[in-house]
Nanobody
Framework: QLQLVESGGGSVPPGESLRLSCKASGFNLNRYVIGWFRQAPGKEREGVSCVTASGNIRLYAAAVKGRFTISRDFVQNTVDLEMSALKPEDTAVYYC????????????????????????WGQGTQVTVSS
């Protein structure tokens, strides 16, 4: 069975850190562009970060740049999202996704992978930032 599984979510106070991990089963994650997305209640899904298959290009949303770091582990076949200095507005369900031919959308604020180009999605993990 081909699937992505996220882990590492939780509830933390503002200013703390969490590390999310995305692991693939049934296929090699290392061949794919991997993205992290999030969706807060009542809001549209938004891109948080993405990394190319080689790991050489990493993109971040303007809202998380400087606080979040995406990384690939080619041995473990995982992609992690290290989140620091968390804010209440980071509260959301976080999803990882895999895609092969992923385009990028360039705006004045940021460059981000286009979510419609990702073909495989995990079930999501909840991140809650609250005092």
């Amino acid at each position: 069975q081909l699937q992505l599984v996220e882990s590492g979510g939780g509830s933390v106070p503002p200013g703390e850190s969490l590390r999310l991990s995305c692991k693939a089963s049934g296929f090699n994650l290392n061949r794919y562009v991997i993205g992290w997305f999030r969706q807060a209640p009542g809001k549209e899904r938004e891109g948080v970060s993405c990394v190319t298959a080689s790991g050489n290009i990493r993109l971040y949303a303007a809202a998380v740049k400087g606080r979040f770091t995406i990384s690939r582990d080619f041995v473990q076949n995982t992609v992690d999202l290290e989140m620091s200095a968390l804010k209440p507005e980071d509260t959301a369900v976080y999803y990882c996704a895999a895609g092969e031919n992923v385009r990028q959308l360039v705006t004045d604020l940021q460059t981000m992978c286009i979510d419609a180009d990702f073909s495989r999605w995990g079930q999501g993990t909840q991140v809650t930032v609250s005092s």
